[in-house]
């Protein structure tokens, strides 16, 4: 009875396949072993990640410009009797400051 090797995966690189072919039954055991754990290990950190950013994308208000970090908050400030809207956050030591709107619509 005459017994054909499995064919690999056209995805898997030639040296992998050629490190496979080369190992003994035990090291492919433990090949495919950590293979599987490392692939669940893989799939839960995507998973996580993905999670984290639906959670940031969720956290991130409507009007917030794209040059401005999520952690921004607003402040008021008040120049010649007129109070503005400002994005503000910190970069390291420097805090750091964007126009959003005055805070009467009319002025």
Do not use: F
């Not at 492919?28 to 692939?39: G, I, K, W």
């Not at 999670?51 to 970090?69: G, T």
């Not at 009797?81 to 400051?97: A, C, M, T, V």
């Amino acid at each position: 009875m005459s017994y054909e090797p499995q064919t690999p995966p056209t995805n898997l690189p030639t040296e992998v396949v050629n490190t496979l072919n080369e190992s003994d039954p035990e090291q492919l055991r433990d090949v495919a072993s950590y293979a599987e754990a490392l692939a669940e290990h893989k799939e839960r950190e995507a998973c996580l990640q993905e999670s984290a950013d639906q959670e940031k994308a969720e956290e991130r208000p409507d009007d917030l410009p794209d040059d401005v970090p999520a952690k921004a908050t607003i402040t008021i400030k008040e120049i010649n009797d007129n109070r503005y809207y400002y994005w503000q956050w910190r970069e390291g030591e420097k805090i750091r400051s964007q126009y959003k709107g005055p805070v009467n619509p009319d002025e």
